[in-house]
């Protein structure tokens, strides 16, 4: 038989490192997922929204470093890849999508199912190619893929189904992909940044994802200089474990002595991070120093005394023989000590978590965090889930932790899990879920885990609301609204649907029913953890003419960065009003 259009986008594809393609069949992508079983190099996951398929995606491709495939069929089935692939975009994942499209004849006609896919993809996709002859096909394949891979975000490849069927061009089809370059500032800069850390007294470094490689020189840096090591949510996993320097994240969901010690050091050093919330960073009263391989990410967020285009580790390595050594370790030792208080203040609610019912989810997550394994991938829906994971989960060499945490979609958990557990069979896999986030996407899709036995350990934090939204509303001092729903009972629907299912009511119960979960090999389990809807949210019980100014209060202290003393004031009051 001739060789397809589609079995040339299969073979590029698998040479260039996909091992898998999550989506949904039908129409347009017929002959593609024809060739695809003829291929038998690319594992096709079907899943039961597409959506569902791009987070997993994102996860797969977050945590291999490779490019993943998704796909859906002419339009309806195409805009459901929308949310993943912006999540893909945000995140940094090398995500490619044959995004089915009309037959070629049809295109521009108005015809059932049509999209214009370059106006439709045009927020989300780095790279958009709609192949309607077979002559473009490999320029446009070859360019979807290597953009996914070296920009690190997602492509579209729009196909035809009728280009689709036609017959591929003779000639060599093969994808050459560069290894990451090395990418480092000139040494005029370099030489600027050694003087002004070695001019300054105080040093503090926030580092974030572009952390990932370069910890070790990060952490030597903060050895010589003796500076306190603070880090975005992206960054948590890269420099918070074994880090004697480590004093916590800031922003809303902060804690430790990071806003202190970026706030009050005469240089910050901004280490591969994006971090938007501008309101955290210091003002001109530091100066600061951003390194980043994104030249769009400089200054967009603070103004900078000194931006440098690198990559952390290259950059870090080349200006370390460059650093004269700190001795003073005063600034150090007094933000490390803030660090502590607040860890006590943190474990307040996990020490008495045994006695209080309804369950704290500080407790649940402490729980876990002390259960799992020490190389177990944690997920967190964008919710509360993110609070408890940022605070409660700790890092470790070989923990991961992921969610949607540059873009901020709800449901990204339990797909991200699926996606990690397919590319790690076996290792744990824990996706902590709002109930909101778990019946949003994760509940269509469990039939899918439980047919291909995939561990993935469910937790869900079953508030019977969208609590995160709650505690916006009322810290912008809105009366909370549309914020509350009734849930079945999640383990019951769970065993319905073939997988494990653990209620979970009782505090006493907490570290039994975790170990069992933890412990369930045949397939995904579902704990159903109801927990105190208002654990952080004391305002909520306030009586409402209170609540208004409180809340507001409230959040401008957060914003402020004395989220401690926020901690404290709630620690105080929340079982007394
Ligand atoms: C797709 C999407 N819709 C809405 C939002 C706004 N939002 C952010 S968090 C949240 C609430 C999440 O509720 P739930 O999953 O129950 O988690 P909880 O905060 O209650 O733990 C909402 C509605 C969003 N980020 N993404
Ligand atoms: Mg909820």
Redesign the pocket.
């Known amino acids: 038989m001739a060789r397809k259009v589609a079995d040339l986008l299969w073979e590029m594809l698998q040479k260039a490192g996909v091992k898998r393609c999550y989506g949904i069949v039908g129409d347009a992508l017929n002959p593609v997922i024809d060739a695809l079983r003829r291929n038998g190099n690319v594992e096709f996951v079907h899943v039961r929204n597409e959506e569902y398929g791009v987070f997993a995606a994102v996860a797969e491709s977050y945590f291999t470093g490779k490019p993943v495939a998704v796909c859906g069929t002419a339009g309806p089935g195409v805009t459901h890849l929308f949310?993943g692939l912006m999540d893909a975009r945000k995140e940094g994942a090398s995500i490619i999508a044959i995004a089915g499209d009309v037959e070629s004849k049809l295109i521009d006609t108005a015809a059932l199912e049509e999209l214009n896919p370059y106006k439709f993809f045009d927020a989300a996709a780095l790279y958009v190619g709609r192949i309607v002859n077979p002559e473009q096909a490999r320029a446009v394949i070859n360019t979807a893929i290597t953009t996914a891979v070296i920009d690190r975000g997602p492509t579209v490849i729009s196909l035809c189904g009728d280009v689709a069927a036609s017959e591929a061009p003779d000639g060599m089809h093969t994808v050459a992909i560069p290894a990451k370059p090395v990418l480092r500032p000139a040494d005029t800069d370099l030489e600027k940044l050694a003087d002004l850390i070695n001019e300054a007294k105080t040093v503090a470094i926030f580092g974030g994802e572009g952390c990932r490689d370069g910890r070790n020189e990060v952490l030597t840096l903060a050895s010589k200089v003796k500076a306190p090591v603070g880090y975005s949510f992206r960054g948590k996993q890269w420099l918070e474990h074994d880090n004697p320097y480590a004093t916590g994240m800031t922003g809303l969901l902060g804690y430790g002595g990071t806003y202190r010690a970026i706030n009050g050091a005469d240089l910050l050093l901004l280490l591969g991070t994006d971090f938007p919330f501008s309101e955290f960073l210091p003002d001109s009263k530091v100066k600061k120093v951003q390194i980043d391989t994104n030249p769009k990410h400089l200054g967009r967020r603070t103004p900078l005394d000194l931006a440098l285009v690198g990559d952390v580790q290259a950059t870090v390595a080349a200006l370390l023989p460059k650093i004269r050594e700190k001795n003073d370790t005063s600034f150090l030792e007094k933000h490390l000590a803030h660090t502590r208080e607040f860890d006590e203040l943190l474990s307040h609610y996990v020490d008495k978590g045994p006695g209080i019912k309804p369950i704290r989810p500080e407790y649940l997550a402490a729980t876990l965090s002390a259960l799992a394994s020490d190389d177990a991938m944690f997920f967190a829906?964008?919710?509360?889930?993110c609070i408890w994971l940022a605070r409660h989960i700790k890092g470790g060499a070989n923990r991961r932790l992921f969610g949607s945490f540059s873009w901020?979609?709800?449901?990204n958990a339990v797909p991200n899990a699926f996606g990690a557990q397919l590319a790690y069979p076996g290792r744990q896999t824990i996706a902590l879920?709002?109930?909101?986030?778990?019946t949003?996407l994760a509940l269509g899709d469990l039939p899918t885990l439980v047919q291909r036995k995939a561990r993935v350990v469910h937790i869900i934090?079953n508030?019977e609301?969208?609590?995160?939204?709650k505690i916006e509303q009322q810290e912008a001092g809105f009366i909370p609204f549309g914020v509350d729903f009734k849930n079945p009972n999640f383990a019951r629907v769970a065993e319905a649907m073939g997988a494990k299912g653990i209620r979970l009511e009782d505090p006493d119960n907490v570290k039994d029913a975790i170990t069992e979960a933890l412990a369930y090999k045949d397939g995904p389990v579902v704990v159903d953890a109801v927990v105190d809807p208002y654990a952080l949210s004391l305002p909520a019980h306030v009586p409402l003419h209170t609540a208004m100014g409180y809340t507001l209060s409230l959040a401008k202290q957060v914003l402020g960065g004395r989220l401690d003393d926020v901690i404290k004031t709630m620690e105080r009051n929340v079982r007394l009003v």
Request: aromatic share 8%; proline share 0%.
């Open positions: 949310n829906d964008t919710g509360t889930a901020a979609s709800m449901a879920c709002g109930d909101g986030g778990f949003m934090l508030n609301s969208l609590d995160f939204v």
